[in-house]
């Protein structure tokens, strides 16, 4: 079993991408399914069902999307074994820029909308840093100059990275993105995480809402960068 995780920052087109992707990998003669995660509600699974391939949703809710891939990982790959699939194609909600849903034995895509502006691959962090292929969208929005010096930000943060330039409108870079899934590696049984997700939680994750910083505790950060731990 192929397990591709597709992450993003939100609006960055990574259904879409993924639809075309998904019909080059049919045509390639593999047997995709998908485990769309996202927070609160979608819809997404239609559109994934017209492909006539088995499609899942995860619905995280109060919890980090990246933190529900996660730990749902080996739920996923039994799901997708069960429906005879050999790909399994988690696309994740992939909110916070300071986690990565990626364990170390898969193909970690990302997916990130070039008219963002030529900083936003600086700010994404371990979403972007420790991804296999970068995948850049809405390119045609832009100029040619704008393009090329996102792709320079994009490869000062993460050297090693394949970019593909995708479309998610016209399917441009589906069948390059295909041909690369193809290629990925197989599933583990005792995988690992590619990064560390935040070091801890505080009172506010759980549940805690008065404003006041008397009554939280935690690992916790101050305004200057200071970091302090409060509690037992």
Request: a negative charge.
């Amino acid at each position: 079993m192929k397990l591709v995780v597709l992450a993003g920052t939100p609006g960055s087109g990574k259904t879409s991408v993924l639809l075309h992707a998904i019909k080059a990998l049919i045509k390639h003669g593999r047997s995709p399914s998908v485990v769309k995660v996202d927070c609160l509600w979608t819809d997404d699974d239609r559109r994934f069902k017209k492909l006539d391939i088995p499609v899942h949703v995860g619905l995280a809710k109060d919890m980090c999307p990246d933190h529900f891939t996660i730990y749902n990982i080996d739920e996923m790959l039994r799901w997708a074994d069960e429906k005879g699939c050999d790909v399994l194609l988690n696309e994740t909600a992939g909110l916070c820029l300071r986690c990565a849903p990626y364990p170390d034995e898969c193909l970690a895509i990302c997916v990130i909308d070039v008219t963002t502006g030529p900083n936003t691959p600086l700010k994404v962090g371990p979403l972007l840093t420790t991804a296999d292929i970068v995948v850049m969208t809405k390119g045609d929005l832009v100029s040619q100059a704008e393009r090329e010096v996102f792709r320079e930000r994009v490869l000062e943060v993460n050297p090693e990275c394949i970019i593909v330039e995708a479309n998610g409108l016209t399917g441009k870079g589906s069948f390059e993105l295909a041909d690369l899934i193809g290629c990925g590696p197989d599933a583990g049984k005792d995988m690992l995480l590619r990064y560390n997700p935040p070091l801890a939680i505080c009172s506010l994750c759980t549940g805690e809402n008065r404003v006041s910083r008397k009554y939280h505790m935690g690992v916790l950060r101050n305004l200057d960068g200071f970091m302090e731990y409060k509690g037992e």
